[in-house]
C-alpha cells in the first residue's frame, strides 16, 4: 500500500503524576526532515524520540509537538544559593566603602538580585517518564500512519484514472497515425496530379516520398515504450512503502516519450492528444511529489 506524505496524528496520555500530548503532522519533502518541539524537561529524550519515528517515517517535513504538564505538587523546589548572596553582600559593602556611602541593604533588597533564588525540578525516574513518553509517541505514529495510509489510498484511485485516460489518448494516436499517411497519400498524389495534368505519375517515387514521410512521422516505439511506463507504474503502486522516487524516475521516461511522440506529430489531432498526454503525465508527477 501506498503512502501520502501528508498525514496527522495525535494521542495524549495521562496518570495522576503527568499528561503527555504528542501531535505529528507532515507535508511533502524530497527528504525526511524532522522538527521536535518540547519542554526543556524532555530534550534528554530528543534522539531517542527521532530513532522511535524512524520506524514510522521515512519522507516528509514532520513536525512534532510535545506538551508536558506535571502533576505533582513536588515537582518543584525553591532553591536559596547563599554563596552567591554572600558575593553579592560583598561587593555591595566593598563598593560603599570604596565611595563613602551608605552600604546598608535589607534582605528584601538582596532576594531581587539574579540567582540568589532559582526554581530547579526534582529528580524524575527518567525511566518512568521514557514509558509513558514512548507511549505517547507510538500511539500518535501509528495514527499519523494511518492518515497516511488513507490519504495515500485517494492517491493511488486518482493516478489510476490518469493513467487508464493515457492509455485511451495511445489508443487514438496508434488507430489516427496510419490515417494520417493515406491522407499524405490522397494528398500528394492529387497535388502530383494536378502539376503533371496528363504526365503519367512515377508510382515507385510516389512510394519512396509517401515511405519516407511514414518513418518521420512513426511513433510506434515511443507509443509501445510509453504503454510499458504506464504498466509499469501501475505495478509500483502496488508495492510495499517508499516508492516516491522510483515512480518519480518512470513519470521521466513517460514524459520522455510524450515529448518525442508530439515533436513527430504532423497532424493537428495528434498534436492536441500528445499535448493533452504531456498534461495528464505533468499532473501526475505533481500528484507523485506526495507519495512516501
Given amino acids: 500500500m501506498i503512502k501520502s506524505m501528508t498525514g496527522f ?10 499528561k503527555i500530548t504528542v501531535e505529528i503532522k507532515s507535508v511533502n519533502h524530497r527528504y525526511c526532515e524532522m522538527t521536535i518541539k518540547m519542554p526543556k524537561k524532555l530534550n534528554f529524550f530528543e534522539a531517542s524520540i527521532r530513532n522511535l519515528l524512524k520506524n514510522y517515517i521515512s519522507r516528509g517535513k514532520v513536525d512534532v509537538y510535545i506538551s508536558y504538564e506535571d502533576y505533582q505538587l513536588t515537582g518543584s ?3 536559596y544559593n547563599e554563596e552567591v548572596a ?7 559593602r566593598k563598593m560603599g566603602e570604596s565611595f563613602g556611602i551608605d552600604s546598608d541593604i535589607k534582605a528584601a533588597s538582596l532576594a531581587r538580585f539574579p540567582e540568589i533564588f532559582t526554581v530547579e525540578d526534582r529528580d524524575v525516574d527518567n525511566d518512568e517518564l521514557w514509558e509513558n513518553l514512548e507511549n505517547a509517541i507510538n500511539a500518535a505514529a501509528k495514527t499519523f500512519v494511518e492518515s497516511r495510509i488513507s490519504e495515500g489510498e485517494h492517491l493511488k484511485n486518482d493516478l489510476f484514472g490518469k493513467l487508464d485516460g493515457m492509455v485511451k ?10 490515417l494520417v499517411v493515406d491522407e499524405y497519400r490522397e494528398r500528394i498524389t492529387s497535388k502530383v ?4 495534368s496528363d504526365t503519367q505519375i512515377d508510382q515507385a517515387i510516389l512510394a519512396t516520398e509517401i515511405t519516407l514521410f511514414a518513418d518521420k512521422i512513426c511513433v510506434d516505439e515511443e ?3 510509453l504503454r510499458a511506463h504506464i504498466e509499469h507504474m501501475k ?3 502496488g508495492e510495499a512503502d517508499n516508492i516516491g522516487r522510483k515512480l518519480d524516475f518512470i513519470a521521466q521516461e513517460m514524459n520522455r516519450e510524450a515529448n518525442t511522440i508530439l ?4 497532424d493537428l489531432m495528434i498534436t492536441n492528444t500528445a499535448i493533452d498526454l504531456k498534461t495528464e503525465i505533468e499532473k501526475i508527477r505533481e500528484q507523485i511529489q506526495n507519495i512516501e
Fill in 86 to 92: 554572600a558575593e553579592y553582600l560583598g561587593l555591595i
Fill in 263 to 266: 515533436s513527430k506529430a504532423s
Fill in 169 to 178: 489518448a495511445i489508443n487514438f494516436i496508434e488507430e489516427r497515425s496510419p
Fill in 235 to 237: 505495478k509500483t503502486l
Fill in 9 to 18: 496524528g495525535r494521542y495524549e496520555v495521562q496518570n495522576p503524576e503527568r
Fill in 223 to 225: 507509443t509501445v515504450r
Fill in 77 to 79: 523546589f525553591v532553591k
Fill in 193 to 196: 496530379k494536378e502539376l503533371l
